[in-house]
């Protein structure tokens, strides 16, 4: 389980009220209670917010898992996909 929720236009999670505060449904915080999660809730016109959502979505998908990985066992994929991730992060730190 992640250990923060971002959520917009999350009306069966919680209401916000006039001053801004939202107000838990009983049986949402009970969902994050017994996972240990925070949440925390976002204004679904602000175009700014979801997109950094998105791309943090969007960039496994495309920088990491095109083109499809072609294995002959359960295991080798895993192994792939773990040294892809690194890749990034050490061409990062290597140029700065």
Sequence with gaps: MPPV???????GAGHRDAKGHVTLA???????SRHRIEARF???YS???KGDVENAVGFP?????VP???AE???QPARVMLGRRDEPARS?????
């Design 5 to 11: 929720l971002v959520l917009d236009n999350a009306t």
């Design 61 to 65: 998908r495309r920088d990491l898992m």
């Design 73 to 75: 066992s359960h295991g």
């Design 47 to 49: 175009g700014n917010e």
């Design 68 to 70: 499809p990985l072609e």
């Design 92 to 96: 990062r730190s290597i140029t700065s």
């Design 26 to 32: 009983t049986v949402f915080d009970a969902f994050l």
């Design 42 to 44: 976002r204004n679904p």
